[in-house]
């Protein structure tokens, strides 16, 4: 079982429309990101939250620490938005040493069109 | 430079021929990371750097994967005698942070490896 999952996997939606990402996880973590993946490979990181809501133009993520659950929201979506959406999280180490990396969901395909 | 940079962008390699992939991180970045992604699939870690210091490898998918960060900037990672299953794109990110410091994490734009 994935410590991440992601819903849905693939999402095609026309433009304007208001589009929601939801990431679910089964560990304790410190933090959680979002990041925009952009065919060719490169990945840019959008958000990294622990608690609550952040806002950054069009794009709102929140998190439920209680309830281990994120979301991803664009407004008023453009095809520009088209790309991979990952949800990562930093998993809590309560000892000293161990990996420091992140767990990624799959992914969610998103495409807009015009 | 601005950001991380990853060399070369593509490699195809024949199986059995050794690799050698870059990563240069952002300036005074102590952490860096190496992700493997397969086709369709989200990344998965395959090690960590703390400066020169490889703190976790455990992510290494077997003894041909090598990486080493002999500065504590520029890091390579080497797979040896490359097989059809190494194929993926491989990304390298690095922060600011130490540990478990949260701190945002820069991805380069991966290296696409192919066998063939």
């Known amino acids: 079982k994935n410590e991440v999952e992601q819903s849905p996997q693939n999402l095609t939606a026309q433009e304007g429309e208001f589009i929601t990402i939801n990431c679910s996880y089964s560990?304790?973590?410190?933090?959680l990101h979002w990041l925009q993946q952009h065919p060719g490979g490169g990945i840019v990181s959008l958000f990294m939250?622990?608690?609550g809501k952040k806002k950054h133009g069009r794009l709102i993520a929140t998190i439920n620490i209680q309830e281990k659950h994120s979301s991803l929201h664009i407004t008023a979506s453009h095809p520009r938005d088209s790309a991979v959406y990952i949800c990562?999280?930093?998993?809590?180490?309560?000892?000293?040493?161990?990996?420091?990396?992140?767990?990624f969901g799959k992914g969610t395909h998103l495409i807009i069109q015009p | 430079g601005a950001g991380v940079s990853q060399s070369p962008r593509y490699k195809v390699a024949k199986r059995g021929q050794d690799v050698a992939l870059r990563c240069d991180p952002i300036?005074?970045?102590?952490?860096l990371f190496w992700y493997q992604q397969a086709l369709g699939q989200g990344p998965e870690f395959l090690t960590y750097?703390?400066?020169?210091?490889?703190?976790?490898k455990s992510g290494l998918p077997s003894d041909r994967f090598f990486a080493e960060r002999p500065e504590g900037s520029v890091s390579t990672l080497k797979i040896q005698r490359t097989q059809q299953e190494d194929s993926a794109v491989y990304l390298c990110?690095?922060?600011?942070?130490?540990?478990?410091?949260?701190?945002?994490?820069?991805f380069g734009q991966g290296t696409r490896l192919t066998v063939v």
């Open positions: 750097f703390q400066n020169e210091a490889q703190l976790d």
């Open positions: 939250l622990s608690s």
């Open positions: 990110a690095s922060s600011r942070s130490l540990g478990a410091v949260n701190t945002e994490a820069f």
């Open positions: 300036s005074g970045h102590v952490s």
């Open positions: 560990v304790g973590i410190s933090a």
């Open positions: 990562a999280v930093r998993i809590r180490m309560y000892s000293g040493g161990g990996a420091d990396g992140l767990t």
